[in-house]
């Protein structure tokens, strides 16, 4: 129905081309030809604009979550489109081909999945060309692609990346009567001025292009008060915080499930395997875990390695445990499939330390959360381009009840407390201090000292989950008229 719809409005749009090309040219002729031509124009216009805007009883119920980038960086995104469907939305999912989405969105019969092939601009001549190329090609893919689908009552885009999303949504929700919610995760052009510099005319026409048509959305979602504040503040945008909350699979893991999890990691990676097997040995067991072949119970092993979520200054931590202090072996795992991923994947490969072993994992969506779970402690060193955002990967950690160490930014007294649930840092030298303190006597100091305070303080904060703190926040916008 959507594919037979976006033919005859792409008819109707060559026809009015055509009238208009027709009418240029009889003008030449008389004043009548001029009064026939602009009718005739007239008259496929407002066919096109009807056909564009045609509702039926069901478009009330039907939402576009819009993400021009990789998916598998937008989690949040993905939670939008699970919730919507949970209140019975039918949900078109747009976004560009890259990481496979969660299982629960692909599942999702509600949810039909629209993936953008992602484009590329002109690969001759001044880099210039080839960026303005490729948001010209982008626009008109991106404007084909909403106009093949059905009527939708909102479309929920985030931003950034907003170029040229920001204006093409802007217009299909003109041109459709669909109402336009934009979900700002940070600012586009900071994010550009990491590479550029902010005082590069491509940085400085890109805060232009986002404060314009920022204000042309229905409704504005952001991630802090702090975002919010300096939307209203700086742009005259009006907005609605919704704070980024793990959903329910993000929880403490059980010891079982631990071992479930480092066994299968053991197979791949050796740094879950425990050393110095003994031949005949019947225990299962990895870094971490044994299970008792007798009555199959797990348990954790009392001279295990802590295991921490991100990366840090190893070098400092192995000079602690040379020393004589009493810390643990680190088994840290870097997750993520950032793009410079294989570059430190190699410097690593030349660092050899006795007391630390780093890993770098590929993790299916499901395994990650069980992961955060099992984990003894999180890095954090996420800081933020415009000061504004926060850090999902912390959120995600503390639905698991996982203390953390994180990098001092700007608003992110929004989400860790100092020694409340986690530690603030500025620089390696003090994340080093807070790692000996945090671990001093692990695994002793898992109930005892700050790591097992701070974990006892996340489990009895417990917080909103994403279910309820979007159904508060996010829900009243698409109900109300």
Same mark, same amino acid.
């Given at each position: 129905?959507?594919? %037979?719809?976006?033919?005859?409005?792409?008819?109707?749009?060559? =026809?009015?081309?055509? %009238? *208009?090309?027709?009418?240029?040219?009889?003008?030449?002729?008389? +004043? *009548?030809?001029?009064?026939?031509?602009?009718?005739?124009?007239?008259?496929?216009?407002? !066919?096109?604009?009807?056909?564009?805007?045609?509702?039926?009883?069901?478009?009330?119920?039907?939402?576009?979550?819009?993400? *021009?980038?990789?998916? /598998?960086?937008?989690?949040?995104?993905?939670?939008?489109?699970?919730?919507? $469907?949970?209140?019975?939305?039918?949900? @078109?999912?747009?976004?560009?081909?890259?990481?496979?989405?969660?299982?629960?969105?692909?599942?999702?019969?509600?949810?039909?999945?629209?993936?953008?092939?992602?484009?590329?601009? =002109?690969?001759?001549?001044?880099?210039?060309?080839?960026?303005?190329?490729?948001?010209?090609? !982008?626009?008109?893919?991106?404007?084909?692609?909403? &106009?093949?689908?059905?009527?939708?009552?909102?479309?929920?885009?985030?931003?950034?990346?907003?170029?040229?999303?920001?204006?093409?949504?802007?217009?299909?929700?003109?041109?459709?009567?669909?109402?336009?919610?934009?979900?700002?995760?940070?600012?586009?052009?900071?994010?550009?001025?990491?590479?550029?510099?902010?005082?590069?005319?491509?940085?400085?026409?890109?805060?232009?292009? #986002?404060?314009?048509?920022?204000?042309?959305?229905?409704?504005?979602?952001?991630?802090?008060?702090?975002?919010?504040?300096?939307?209203?503040?700086?742009?005259?945008?009006?907005?609605?915080?919704?704070?980024?909350?793990?959903?329910?699979?993000?929880?403490?893991?059980?010891?079982? =499930?631990?071992? !479930?999890?480092?066994?299968?990691?053991?197979?791949?990676?050796? !740094?879950?395997?425990?050393?110095?097997?003994?031949?005949?040995?019947? @225990?299962?067991? @990895?870094?971490?875990?044994?299970?008792?072949?007798?009555? &199959?119970?797990?348990?954790?092993?009392?001279?295990?390695?802590?295991?921490?979520?991100?990366?840090? $200054?190893?070098?400092?931590?192995?000079?602690?445990?040379?020393?004589? %202090?009493?810390?643990?072996?680190?088994?840290?795992?870097? @997750?993520?499939?950032?793009?410079?991923?294989?570059?430190?994947?190699?410097?690593?490969?030349?660092?050899?330390?006795?007391?630390?072993?780093?890993?770098?994992?590929?993790?299916? +969506? #499901?395994?990650?959360?069980?992961?955060? /779970?099992?984990?003894?402690?999180?890095?954090?060193?996420?800081?933020?381009?415009?000061?504004?955002?926060?850090?999902?990967?912390?959120?995600?950690?503390? /639905?698991?009840?996982?203390?953390?160490?994180?990098?001092?930014?700007?608003?992110?007294?929004?989400?860790?407390?100092?020694?409340?649930?986690?530690?603030?840092?500025?620089?390696?030298?003090?994340?080093?201090?807070?790692?000996? $303190?945090? =671990?001093?006597?692990?695994?002793?100091?898992?109930?005892?000292?700050?790591?097992?305070?701070?974990?006892?303080?996340?489990?009895?904060?417990?917080?909103?989950?994403?279910?309820?703190?979007?159904?508060?926040?996010? *829900?009243?916008?698409?109900? +109300?008229?």
């Amino acid at each position: 129905m959507a594919d %037979a719809g976006a033919s005859m409005t792409l008819a109707t749009i060559s =026809l009015i081309g055509f %009238a *208009l090309l027709a009418g240029f040219y009889l003008t030449t002729l008389n +004043a *009548l030809w001029t009064l026939v031509s602009v009718t005739v124009t007239a008259v496929l216009v407002s !066919q096109l604009l009807w056909k564009l805007r045609r509702r039926d009883a069901l478009t009330e119920r039907r939402v576009c979550v819009l993400v *021009l980038g990789d998916i /598998g960086r937008s989690p949040r995104m993905q939670y939008h489109a699970l919730s919507l $469907s949970k209140h019975g939305y039918s949900v @078109t999912y747009t976004f560009i081909c890259g990481t496979k989405p969660h299982q629960d969105v692909i599942g999702d019969e509600r949810i039909t999945i629209i993936p953008i092939t992602e484009l590329k601009g =002109l690969q001759v001549g001044p880099r210039m060309v080839s960026y303005v190329t490729k948001v010209i090609l !982008q626009s008109l893919q991106l404007l084909l692609v909403l &106009l093949k689908t059905d009527v939708q009552s909102h479309i929920l885009m985030q931003n950034p990346p907003g170029l040229p999303s920001i204006v093409v949504t802007w217009l299909v929700c003109g041109l459709r009567g669909s109402r336009f919610i934009i979900d700002w995760h940070n600012y586009g052009y900071t994010i550009m001025a990491l590479s550029h510099g902010p005082d590069h005319p491509i940085v400085r026409l890109a805060q232009w292009y #986002e404060q314009l048509f920022g204000r042309f959305s229905s409704h504005n979602l952001c991630v802090t008060n702090a975002m919010k504040e300096d939307l209203q503040n700086n742009w005259n945008i009006r907005a609605t915080t919704l704070y980024d909350k793990p959903p329910a699979i993000f929880k403490e893991t059980s010891v079982d =499930l631990k071992h !479930q999890l480092f066994m299968r990691l053991a197979k791949t990676i050796p !740094q879950f395997r425990v050393c110095g097997e003994r031949p005949g040995d019947v @225990t299962e067991r @990895t870094a971490f875990t044994c299970r008792d072949p007798s009555d &199959l119970s797990v348990t954790l092993t009392s001279g295990r390695p802590a295991l921490l979520i991100s990366s840090t $200054s190893w070098t400092d931590y192995e000079g602690f445990v040379k020393a004589g %202090a009493s810390l643990p072996s680190l088994v840290c795992v870097i @997750t993520g499939k950032g793009p410079q991923k294989d570059h430190y994947r190699k410097l690593i490969d030349t660092l050899s330390f006795e007391h630390v072993k780093i890993c770098t994992p590929w993790l299916e +969506a #499901e395994d990650y959360p069980v992961l955060l /779970g099992s984990a003894d402690l999180g890095v954090c060193l996420h800081k933020s381009s415009s000061g504004l955002d926060l850090p999902m990967k912390v959120v995600d950690m503390f /639905g698991c009840c996982l203390p953390v160490c994180a990098i001092h930014f700007y608003c992110l007294h929004e989400l860790v407390k100092h020694e409340e649930n986690g530690l603030i840092f500025k620089d390696s030298e003090e994340l080093s201090g807070q790692l000996k $303190s945090l =671990l001093w006597d692990f695994p002793g100091c898992e109930d005892e000292g700050k790591l097992g305070r701070f974990r006892r303080n996340l489990r009895a904060s417990g917080g909103q989950r994403w279910d309820q703190n979007w159904d508060q926040n996010v *829900l009243p916008l698409l109900t +109300a008229p």
